[in-house]
């Protein structure tokens, strides 16, 4: 493991340009392109205003899938709305020259319900291969029942086109009352999201309360059980929801961790560089401080190896390299950007 740069404040998410330059977003507002030698820019012009308190802020940042012609990008931040925070989905023009900038930004998506305070914001965002965009949602840590309810975007997964439209296939377009943007819903605090290229699966992982955090295959249309159903107890001790965990017509989770690890960032392992791995899944977790590689067969998680156990560091991010290394961010006020490679 190796120090590509440091000094960053709360990095949140990490994309890679096509010359193996690094995007990253810092919690408190600010985007930069870290070169290979590690060497990071000043803050990009263009960044949005952001809500930073607790949680929230400056958070996910994705390339579309035509970047190397549209320069397009995606991003996700609190916003400040009267009361709170809700969450914002914006894209942008990435001048990635000389001096590096934001144009054409447009917000895109607005999370609708009560505004939060900055807690359990959830948002990650991934690009489908037919370009529509599947966003997460937390449930602000407050009225948390309204995750189960489809007049709302609070702990939910929204499906939304590159300009932020509901596409017509989405599975509620047609039910009365319901949002159209909705595709899955009764989360939590979903700060992981994939898409698994071995069969194009889209994969969820959310902070549970106390106990019970959860990786999720995402189906259209599916309930995923917040708040009523948990591995977890609530942060007082008692039962969360009917205290069961499982329940018909709520679709289970395909692995969990109890007691938390706070997961943050997900990525399905493909290259070349440990290929005893290719097809796994990483997890970054925030309370351990450690990497989670979890075995898969036959599409789903049998078995967890917990790396880099004396890291001392929150992992907020994980992604894979084009070289085929993986690259963690960690979340501290002096945070940084760690390539980690076999052992020679």
């Known amino acids: 493991m190796t120090t590509v740069t440091a000094h960053l404040v709360h990095p949140w998410a990490l994309a890679f340009l096509p010359d193996g330059r690094m995007l990253v977003t810092e919690r408190p507002g600010r985007m930069r392109i870290v070169?290979?030698?590690?060497?990071?820019?000043?803050?990009?012009?263009?960044?949005?205003?952001?809500y930073a308190r607790s949680q929230a802020g400056l958070m996910d940042v994705t390339l579309a899938h035509d970047f190397a012609q549209s320069h397009r990008i995606y991003f996700c931040y609190a916003d400040s709305v009267p009361g709170g925070a809700e969450i914002a989905v914006a894209h942008a023009r990435l001048d990635d020259g000389a001096s590096p900038k934001l144009e054409q930004v447009s917000k895109i998506y607005e999370q609708k319900g009560p505004p939060g305070s900055g807690l359990n914001i959830g948002c990650r965002i991934a690009q489908a291969p037919d370009g529509n965009l599947f966003v997460t949602l937390g449930d602000h840590f407050a009225a948390k029942e309204d995750a189960q309810r489809l007049d709302n975007t609070i702990g939910k997964i929204v499906r939304i086109t590159p300009d932020g439209k509901a596409p017509a296939d989405n599975p509620f377009v047609n039910k009365p009352g319901a949002l159209p943007e909705i595709w899955a819903y009764g989360v939590r605090n979903?700060?992981?999201?994939?898409?698994?290229?071995?069969?194009?699966?889209?994969?969820?992982?959310?902070?549970?309360?106390?106990?019970?955090?959860?990786?999720?295959?995402?189906?259209?249309?599916?309930?995923?059980?917040?708040?009523?159903?948990?591995?977890?107890?609530?942060?007082?001790?008692?039962?969360?929801?009917?205290?069961?965990?499982?329940?018909s017509g709520m679709v289970d989770s395909v692995w969990h961790w109890t007691p938390s690890i706070a997961p943050s960032g997900m990525a399905f392992y493909t290259g070349d560089l440990f290929p005893q791995?290719?097809?796994?899944?990483?997890?970054?977790?925030?309370?351990?401080?450690?990497?989670?590689?979890?075995?898969?067969?036959?599409?789903?998680?049998?078995?967890?190896?917990?790396?880099?156990?004396?890291i001392g560091a929150r992992i907020r991010d994980v992604r894979q390299g084009p070289d085929g290394a993986l690259y963690l961010l960690t979340d501290e006020d002096d945070g940084r950007i760690l390539r980690v490679t076999p052992a020679k």
């Open 35 to 50: 070169d290979r030698d590690g060497k990071a820019s000043a803050p990009l012009a263009g960044v949005p205003k952001v």
């Open 190 to 247: 979903p700060e992981g999201l994939a898409v698994n290229p071995a069969n194009g699966q889209l994969w969820e992982q959310e902070h549970g309360p106390m106990g019970g955090d959860e990786i999720n295959v995402i189906e259209k249309g599916g309930n995923y059980g917040w708040p009523v159903v948990s591995f977890g107890l609530n942060y007082d001790g008692t039962p969360v929801g009917t205290g069961k965990q499982r329940q």
């Open 277 to 310: 791995w290719k097809g796994n899944l990483f997890n970054g977790a925030l309370k351990f401080q450690l990497l989670s590689r979890l075995e898969l067969k036959d599409g789903k998680p049998i078995k967890e190896e917990r790396l880099l156990k004396g």
